[in-house]
């Protein structure tokens, strides 16, 4: 089945700095990679997503990047501000009826002032 | 518009009990339904999935068990409470066609 690993697990940046979230997934056929933004208490909410005839995709200040030779996509926050302090979380799965999602173990982000 | 409906958002079980969540869909119909877990400090581990009324795949044996008795409802079970089953339970759907996931609010089962 799909593994998907995530780095780092835990990122400190200043308020207006930038940040980058990395993963790698396992299985050559998934083909679409959502990112999801857990705040304190709450479940996750899809923030984007790509699709694997993309190579990249932006959205204000958040983008992803895919690299399918390599397997691997990232996120990227630009001009990040406090509330963008939240546990991200990227994905991977193949598109289809019974499509099921493997997630990666998270990324703990923290904006400091 | 849609809506995810889960219960309770915090729950304190004894072991050996049994345990009943629900999860409730609005404004979609023939949605794929999933169980997540979360243990603290990981990731999300995808515990049932269902892609219709009483179709329920199971991704890791284990205590708990699912149920989709109507469209939009999906159950969480266990007959017998571990200290093992702890931990932030999520339910997802998927409308047909797309491939985004909403995701409930959680419930934080802590057994004791």
Redesign the interface.
């Known amino acids: 089945g799909e593994n998907v690993e ?1 780095h780092p697990s835990t990122l400190s940046v200043q308020e207006g700095d930038s940040a980058v979230i990395k993963c790698t997934y396992s299985d050559s056929a998934s083909n ?1 990679f ?1 990112w ?1 933004k857990q705040e304190l ?6 923030i984007i ?1 790509i ?1 694997s005839n993309v190579g990249e995709k932006k959205d204000q200040r958040i983008a992803v990047t895919l690299n399918k030779t390599a397997k691997h996509f990232s996120l990227h926050i630009t001009e990040t501000q406090p509330e963008d302090s939240a546990v991200y ?1 990227c994905a991977a ?1 193949v ?1 289809g ?10 990324t703990r982000l923290q904006v400091t002032l | 518009s849609q809506t995810i409906h ?1 219960w309770p958002a915090t729950l304190v079980q004894p072991v050996g009990s049994p345990l009943s969540l629900e999860c409730t869909v609005e404004g979609t119909s023939n949605p ?1 339904l ?1 169980w ?1 877990r979360q243990a603290a ?4 581990q ?1 515990l049932f ?1 269902s ?1 219709g009324i009483g179709q329920i ?1 199971s ?1 890791v044996p284990q205590n708990l068990s699912a149920s989709r008795p109507q469209d939009r409802q999906f159950i969480l079970s266990s007959k017998k409470l571990l200290l093992s089953d702890s931990g932030f339970y ?1 339910c ?1 759907f ?1 409308d ?1 066609g797309l ?8 419930t ?1 089962l802590t057994v004791v």
């Open positions: 995530q679409y959502p999801y208490g709450k479940g996750p909410q899809l997503d699709r979380f799965s598109t009826t019974a499509s099921k999602l493997t997630f990666g173990t998270g | 889960q794929n999933y997540y400090g990981r990731g999300l995808l999935y892609v795949s991704e999520l997802a998927r047909r491939d985004g996931y909403t995701f409930g609010s959680g934080r």
